[in-house]
Nanobody, 117 residues
Framework: QVQLVESGGGLVQPGGSLRLSCAASGSIFSIYAMGWYRQAPGKQRELVAT???????NYADSVKGRFTISRDNAKNTVYLQMNSLKPEDTAVYYCNARAPLSNSESWGQGTQVTVSS
């Protein structure tokens, strides 16, 4: 299994930027599909962005054009660059890893992102 630790969350003003990081350990990182999810108070967890083993990306419509997911296999890390942040982006952001073949998933502990004036 893979262990995931998110970092980089914090408080930012609307229009600002943050970069989240997810460090992975315990398995072969390069073979996992990775994703970022978020959960706002009173809402269900939703997919934000995914990146495959081959580097193909997919984004929720609400963040397309503002967020960028990337991975650095040499550093066992996946990133989420968040620009033009809006108050509705406020949530706990979770890193997700999906294993090949079995499709089993691992989750990080989450990092809080708050967008407010």
């Amino acid at each position: 299994q893979v262990q995931l630790v998110e970092s980089g969350g914090g408080l930012v003003q609307p229009g600002g930027s943050l970069r989240l990081s997810c460090a992975a350990s315990g398995s072969i990182f390069s073979i996992y599909a990775m994703g970022w999810y978020r959960q706002a108070p009173g809402k269900q967890r939703e997919l934000v962005a995914t990146i495959t083993r081959g580097g193909s990306t997919n984004y929720a419509d609400s963040v397309k054009g503002r967020f960028t997911i990337s991975r650095d296999n040499a550093k066992n890390t996946v990133y989420l660059q968040m620009n033009s942040l809006k108050p509705e982006d406020t949530a706990v952001y979770y890193c997700n890893a999906r294993a090949p073949l079995s499709n089993s998933e691992s989750w990080g502990q989450g990092t809080q992102v708050t967008v407010s004036s």
